[in-house]
């Protein structure tokens, strides 16, 4: 399949762009993607870093913009501050009511496909897997923790600080590590 004119001129430009995701792109599709992505980027340093109506910024403006960026968002969720999330594929975000997200996570919603990589390719044309990450209600995600594409967390679980979390948590369990794993069940106190 021919790759589009753009595709080819930003290649010429010597940066390396995904095959797959980009070889068909058009002059005003670059322009959008690119505005777009400035646009969030603008959000995110804010919902990061602004200490500007510092109390309100936790439950109501950084859940408030991370829908508008494209994230499902349920009702009284605690966003930290210096939490990013993979802003060019926020649409694949889902977090439930009740959450806490800690300071200092990642939320990463792609990442590149290694299954057909050899010897001698070139790393940074890799395609990109695209998957969601789901958050169900009442969970809470400890400071400067990394979630991958692709994981569902379930109700009720807490996740450890500093845990990389690549595959998907029950509900009603405490999981550490790197990668995370369960590390206790939560009992039933009824």
Partial sequence: MSKSITYRFIS?????????EYENI????????????YF???LLKYCMY???????????????LWKKMGCKVGKKVFIGYGVWLDFNYAHLIEIGDNVHITNMCLLLCHQRDIDQYSVGDDSSTLPYKKDKIIIEDG????????????????????IGAKSLVVEDIPSW??????????????????
């Fill in 40 to 42: 969030k980027t603008i």
């Fill in 12 to 20: 010429k430009l010597g940066i390396n762009l995904s095959s797959g």
């Fill in 50 to 64: 602004s200490v500007l109506l510092s109390p309100l910024n936790y439950r109501l403006i950084r859940p408030y």
């Fill in 26 to 37: 058009t002059l005003i599709g670059a322009i959008r993607r690119g505005l777009s992505g």
């Fill in 173 to 190: 369990v405490i999981a550490a590590g790197n990668p995370a794993k369960i590390i206790k069940s939560i009992e039933d106190n009824k």
């Fill in 139 to 158: 969970v809470m995600i400890g400071m400067n923790t990394t979630i991958m594409p692709g994981v569902r967390i379930g109700k009720g679980s807490i």
